[in-house]
């Protein structure tokens, strides 16, 4: 079925209650889902379309109805076709945090990141997948395969590789000893919206504190690690921050997840170990997945992208002596200098 078939379909499930209403793109994500502004009445909604042979829309209603528990901003959802995978919900609005991060606004902005990824941690996570060590293995194995031999053309020797897969394993088992939380699984500056103030979800109850962020693209939430949400959000792949900052953010968290029963009390070092490690984990499997989102998908901007993941990588790893050898690797295989890193 092709994609013009797709928005037709869409277009008449929606103009059934609303004839007059008017469908433009919003936008589009690294899977199959697309996304539409419908205007009716003068107001505006976004109608989400995911074709059901590729994706399943059940989950994004089911977090949905979690996180609204948890007075968060998420979108509410107004009509649902899940047979034909339409949703019509709330419009969070065109600004993601990205768009107005900077060195004026990050603290306001992380800090209500923060405070709301508090309240999605204590979320319902019964019947959620578990982030256990074999996920979180399989999901560093997308590096060796398409960053290094697709992408960069590297074939590791048996040598080189009992290196990768000594190193993965220790990363995996590290981080799987965790904290267990609802975890969003994508909580980064392209997910979080500015949203204005006094904009409330018509079908949660907001906690007023939290009208920003209006959150979006939690489909794959799990149970899993503490510090997998807090790193995507503060060591994001589309915008960089000092590492001072970046320490002083996460340690303000650890205090807040404290108070809030989401942990027992831990060091300093151990908690920024975690984070590191985590760190870790989520970025050599997302060199995997953008380099794969290239030569698989043909969605080529992503490889913008990969010079800040390889730099975590890349920094991170060189701090702790059992990661530090697939550091090595990465120098003598001279990726550095095939992948610019950003300064």
Known sequence: MSLDTRLQQLTQWIQ????DASIEVASADASFRRYFRVTHNGKTSIAMDAPPEHEDCAPFVDITQRLCKTGVHVPEIYRQNIEHGFLLMEDLGNTPYLDKLNDDTADELYGNALKALIEIQGANTQGLPDYDEALLQSEMDLMPEWFLSKHLDITPSAEQQKIIERTFAVIATAVSQQPQVFVHRDYHSRNLMVVEKGKKGGGCTLNTLLHNPGIIDYQDAVLGPISYDLVSLLRDCYIQWPNAKIAEWALGFKQD?????LMNKVPDATFIQWF?????QRHIKVLGIFARLNHRDGKTNYLDDLPLTLHYVMEVGKKYPLTRPLIELCY?????QKIILPK
């Open 16 to 19: 059934q209650d609303w004839p």
């Open 276 to 280: 590191d490690y985590m760190g870790l």
């Open 257 to 261: 997840a404290e108070k809030a029963g």
């Open 332 to 336: 003598e295989w001279k990726i550095p």
